[in-house]
């Protein structure tokens, strides 16, 4: 089952609770009846805060400064909403609506620099739809990957990834920006590891979020790209092992104390790497933080 498929369901069955709710209710109370649909959305906003009581105990040790209450609250609610609008609209609904971009060029003069986006677990290219007309606006191709089989090995999604690098290369005439989200960066570290000659292919690889070392919570993970996610595991060990020390120059890491799915914060770094800190921020709502997408934009503009 594709991820659209299932996050479709999901919005279903919150369709149907909102339903039973207002068929409940509406001979006692309309105005309890219509607080339904209120409620049932808060409820799944209010599931999502135990994730973040668990990242802060469990890094409650860790070096990088440690996040206030205040920055925890702010990091869930942001979270919760973005949250809401990536598996409940984007992704289910969404996520063909915006086709891949790639202009044809007027001469055999370079373009302006084009874009790989690679998402993360649990996900589609519909995550990346407030980047998709930001990115055609400012004249940039981009081709927007979907990783199938959903729930399949992280190796399986490198011809994935190498189609796309090769499509906008060939539109652009440059090498392309790779960015990933989450499960995206090690997708694009295995890419990197299994096509030869692929660190020529591409121009910087912008991680966010990305689980290089592992992640905590993914060590009740079932599904086999999730087992490979576990923190320090093996398949995470080997791919570090099997990449040449200078690689890392490559990649900007952006990495946060409120990251509530990939903690602790030093699992999303990489030794060598251009890692960036982003304060208070949460899983998701790093996509589209406007600093993030203000760096990654800059990045497009290099030589």
Partial sequence: MTNARWQRWAVAVHLLLIAGWMAWFWGRSPALALAGVAAVPLMFRLGMAPQFFLMAWVCRGDATPRPRAGQLLRAWWAESRWASLVFGWWQPFRHQAVADWLPPR???????????????????????????????????????????????????YCRTIDDAVRRVAEATGRAPLIVGHSMGGLAARAWLRAVPGSEQRVHRIVTLGSPHHGTWPARGARSTNGRQMRLHGPWVHQ??????????????????????????PAAAMLQGAD?????????????????????????????
Avoid: K
Wanted: hydrophobic share 45%; proline share 8%.
């Fill in 106 to 156: 007027a001469s055999d003069v370079p373009g302006p620099r084009g874009v790989v986006l690679v998402h993360g677990f649990l996900c589609n290219r519909g995550f990346w739809t407030p980047w998709l007309a930001l990115l055609r606006a400012r004249g940039h191709a981009f081709v927007a990957v979907t990783l199938e089989p959903a729930f399949g090995s992280i190796d399986d």
């Fill in 275 to 303: 890692n960036r800190f982003i304060e208070g921020v949460a899983h998701v709502e790093m996509a589209f933080h406007p600093r993030v997408l203000q760096d990654c934009l800059a990045l497009l503009e290099q030589p």
């Fill in 239 to 264: 791919l570090g092992q099997d990449e040449p020390p200078a690689r890392a120059a490559a990649f900007v890491c952006w990495y946060s104390n409120c990251d509530n799915v990939v903690y602790p």
